[in-house]
């Protein structure tokens, strides 16, 4: 069964980093689209980031833009978020996705079913 993994998370003050993980087992990460959604204690799913099927492109959202980075060269189970000069309202729980299809023409990450990994950050 497909199963997403997600660890790294942890405690950090304002301005530190992080670097998140997702074991990814059970299906094929080969030309799929990976990324990562977050989400915060009363709020809503929130996109982060994501990179397309052949890893030339990545998406993130404002809020996290020039901060964090999804690596290219990673193994192809796996799928990594660094988080630099994390800030307060970076806290929430981080799920990590994939999508269903490969070969899609931008990220629908349509396949998420990890537990998430707790990131707080103090200020």
């Known amino acids: 069964q497909v199963q997403l993994v997600e660890t790294g998370g942890g405690l950090v003050q304002a301005g530190g980093s992080l670097r998140l993980s997702c074991a990814v087992s059970?299906?094929?990460?080969?030309?799929?689209?990976r990324g990562w959604f977050r989400q915060a204690p009363g709020k809503e799913r929130e996109f982060v980031a994501a990179?397309?099927?052949?890893?030339?492109?990545?998406y993130y959202s404002d809020s996290v833009k020039g901060r964090f980075i999804i690596p290219r060269d990673t193994p192809k189970n796996t799928i990594d978020l660094e988080m630099n000069s994390l800030e307060p309202e970076d806290t929430g729980v981080y799920y990590c996705?994939?999508?269903?299809?490969?070969?899609?023409?931008?990220?629908?990450?349509?396949?998420?079913w990890g537990q998430g990994t707790q990131v707080t950050v103090s200020s």
């Open positions: 996705a994939l999508d269903r299809k490969a070969f899609t023409e931008r990220p629908l990450l349509d396949n998420y």
């Open positions: 990179i397309s099927w052949s890893g030339s492109t990545t």
């Open positions: 059970g299906v094929s990460l080969s030309n799929k689209a």
